[in-house]
């Protein structure tokens, strides 16, 4: 977009433009996670004893309907590593 037509713009016309911006970044991030999470759940099936699915081994926020992405501590972190340990080594 040249600044000619950037400063044409009006405020209605920026927002819509600049949420379609946001919406395609945050496609292409959840992408990235997804190729991620569908990576990891390949590289870890051979070294537990049941059968896990991508999901099942890091569900999104997205996928839950909230959109809210939780901030969690480190002891919180370490004990979900060893529940999942737990269940599926």
Same mark, same amino acid.
């Given at each position: 977009?040249?600044?000619?037509?950037?400063? =044409?713009?009006?405020?209605?016309?920026?927002?819509? !433009?600049?949420?379609? #911006?946001?919406?395609?970044?945050?496609?292409?991030?959840?992408?990235? *996670? &997804? !190729?991620?999470?569908? $990576?990891?759940?390949?590289? !870890?099936?051979?070294?537990?004893?049941? =059968? !896990?699915?991508?999901?099942?081994?890091?569900?999104?926020? *997205? &996928?839950?309907?909230?959109? #809210?992405?939780? &901030?969690?501590?480190?002891? &919180?972190?370490? =004990? =979900?590593?060893?529940?999942?340990?737990?269940? *599926? $080594?």
């Amino acid at each position: 977009m040249s600044r000619t037509d950037f400063c =044409r713009l009006s405020p209605e016309q920026f927002y819509w !433009i600049s949420k379609a #911006h946001r919406d395609e970044q945050e496609r292409l991030s959840r992408e990235r *996670w &997804e !190729i991620m999470r569908m $990576g990891a759940a390949i590289m !870890i099936q051979p070294h537990v004893k049941n =059968r !896990i699915t991508p999901k099942s081994l890091l569900p999104f926020p *997205w &996928e839950k309907g909230t959109g #809210h992405v939780e &901030e969690i501590t480190m002891e &919180e972190r370490k =004990r =979900r590593a060893e529940e999942a340990l737990r269940k *599926w $080594g």
